[in-house]
Protein backbone atom coordinates (compact mmCIF):
# COMPACT_ATOMS: atom_id res chain seq x y z
CA UNK A 1 0.00 0.00 0.00
CA UNK A 2 1.81 3.45 -1.01
CA UNK A 3 1.70 6.00 1.73
CA UNK A 4 1.63 9.03 -0.39
CA UNK A 5 -1.87 8.68 -1.66
CA UNK A 6 -0.16 7.69 -5.09
CA UNK A 7 -1.19 3.72 -6.96
CA UNK A 8 1.61 1.66 -6.70
CA UNK A 9 0.75 0.34 -10.27
CA UNK A 10 -0.01 3.60 -11.94
CA UNK A 11 1.74 3.67 -15.42
CA UNK A 12 4.64 5.81 -16.54
CA UNK A 13 3.12 9.16 -16.93
CA UNK A 14 3.54 10.82 -20.62
CA UNK A 15 3.17 13.71 -22.58
CA UNK A 16 4.69 17.29 -22.84
CA UNK A 17 3.64 18.12 -19.41
CA UNK A 18 6.57 15.57 -18.03
CA UNK A 19 8.74 16.39 -20.68
CA UNK A 20 8.74 19.79 -19.90
CA UNK A 21 8.85 19.07 -15.92
CA UNK A 22 11.48 16.39 -16.78
CA UNK A 23 13.31 19.45 -18.61
CA UNK A 24 12.72 22.19 -16.10
CA UNK A 25 13.78 20.29 -12.92
CA UNK A 26 17.94 20.75 -13.40
CA UNK A 27 17.03 23.88 -14.06
CA UNK A 28 16.47 24.88 -10.46
CA UNK A 29 19.80 24.18 -9.21
CA UNK A 30 21.32 26.64 -11.42
CA UNK A 31 20.34 29.73 -9.13
CA UNK A 32 22.75 27.99 -6.58
CA UNK A 33 25.46 27.74 -9.12
CA UNK A 34 25.34 31.16 -10.05
CA UNK A 35 25.41 31.93 -6.10
CA UNK A 36 28.86 30.57 -5.57
CA UNK A 37 30.60 33.26 -7.43
CA UNK A 38 28.81 35.91 -6.23
CA UNK A 39 29.87 35.40 -2.39
CA UNK A 40 32.81 33.99 -3.69
CA UNK A 41 33.91 37.61 -5.60
CA UNK A 42 34.43 40.00 -2.65
CA UNK A 43 31.05 41.59 -2.89
CA UNK A 44 29.49 43.92 -0.38
CA UNK A 45 27.77 42.47 2.75
CA UNK A 46 24.51 44.03 1.86
CA UNK A 47 25.14 43.21 -2.06
CA UNK A 48 26.03 39.27 -1.25
CA UNK A 49 22.86 39.23 0.95
CA UNK A 50 20.30 40.65 -1.86
CA UNK A 51 21.80 38.58 -4.70
CA UNK A 52 21.41 34.92 -2.27
CA UNK A 53 17.93 36.27 -1.51
CA UNK A 54 16.94 36.71 -4.57
CA UNK A 55 18.37 33.52 -6.39
CA UNK A 56 16.69 31.70 -3.38
CA UNK A 57 13.46 33.37 -4.47
CA UNK A 58 14.12 32.26 -8.29
CA UNK A 59 15.10 28.78 -7.11
CA UNK A 60 11.92 28.30 -5.11
CA UNK A 61 9.39 29.80 -7.92
CA UNK A 62 11.32 27.55 -10.78
CA UNK A 63 10.61 24.40 -8.06
CA UNK A 64 6.72 25.10 -7.55
CA UNK A 65 6.58 26.01 -11.39
CA UNK A 66 8.40 22.39 -12.42
CA UNK A 67 6.29 20.86 -9.89
CA UNK A 68 3.11 22.40 -11.37
CA UNK A 69 3.91 21.26 -14.76
CA UNK A 70 4.88 17.80 -13.69
CA UNK A 71 1.61 17.30 -12.05
CA UNK A 72 0.84 14.79 -9.07
CA UNK A 73 1.52 11.71 -11.45
CA UNK A 74 4.80 12.58 -13.03
CA UNK A 75 5.99 14.76 -9.64
CA UNK A 76 5.85 10.44 -8.68
CA UNK A 77 7.38 9.17 -10.93
CA UNK A 78 10.03 12.12 -10.79
CA UNK A 79 10.43 11.48 -6.71
CA UNK A 80 10.46 7.81 -6.92
CA UNK A 81 12.96 7.88 -9.70
CA UNK A 82 15.45 10.12 -8.02
CA UNK A 83 14.97 8.46 -4.59
CA UNK A 84 15.53 4.99 -6.10
CA UNK A 85 18.89 6.32 -6.79
CA UNK A 86 19.84 8.16 -3.78
CA UNK A 87 18.71 5.76 -1.51
CA UNK A 88 21.29 2.78 -0.52
CA UNK A 89 20.81 -0.46 -1.55
CA UNK A 90 19.60 -2.62 1.16
CA UNK A 91 21.75 -5.24 2.42
CA UNK A 92 20.46 -8.97 2.98
CA UNK A 93 22.66 -11.06 5.47
CA UNK A 94 22.21 -12.56 9.33
CA UNK A 95 24.29 -8.73 10.48
CA UNK A 96 22.39 -5.20 9.76
CA UNK A 97 23.94 -2.06 10.33
CA UNK A 98 21.69 -0.57 12.26
CA UNK A 99 21.98 1.05 15.64
CA UNK A 100 20.80 -2.06 16.92
CA UNK A 101 23.66 -3.99 15.80
CA UNK A 102 26.03 -1.37 16.67
CA UNK A 103 24.45 -1.42 20.23
CA UNK A 104 25.21 -4.86 20.47
CA UNK A 105 28.94 -4.74 19.18
CA UNK A 106 29.35 -2.56 21.72
CA UNK A 107 27.75 -4.48 24.96
CA UNK A 108 29.79 -7.04 23.55
CA UNK A 109 33.31 -5.27 23.27
CA UNK A 110 35.18 -5.38 26.76
CA UNK A 111 35.39 -1.22 27.01
CA UNK A 112 33.56 0.09 29.92
CA UNK A 113 33.32 3.33 32.26
CA UNK A 114 37.10 2.65 33.08
CA UNK A 115 38.86 3.68 29.57
CA UNK A 116 37.55 7.11 29.54
CA UNK A 117 40.58 9.78 30.13
CA UNK A 118 40.89 10.70 33.42
CA UNK A 119 39.70 14.19 32.45
CA UNK A 120 36.57 13.47 30.88
CA UNK A 121 36.14 11.21 34.40
CA UNK A 122 36.61 14.81 36.52
CA UNK A 123 34.44 16.83 33.81
CA UNK A 124 31.70 14.52 33.93
CA UNK A 125 32.00 14.10 37.66
CA UNK A 126 31.37 17.73 38.01
CA UNK A 127 29.00 18.58 35.48
CA UNK A 128 26.75 15.84 37.49
CA UNK A 129 27.69 17.04 40.76
CA UNK A 130 26.22 20.91 39.74
CA UNK A 131 29.93 22.24 40.77
CA UNK A 132 30.39 24.08 37.46
CA UNK A 133 27.91 26.11 37.51
Do not use: E
Request: charged share 15%; hydrophobic share 45%; proline share 8%.
Amino acid sequence: MATDGTPTDAALPTGWRLRLGLLLFPLTLIPYGLLVPVVAYGLPVATVASLVGAGVILQKVLFVGTVAVLGKPGFAFLRRWLFSRIAPQTRSGPRGTGSASLCSACRSSKASSNAMPARSRRISSRIGSGSML
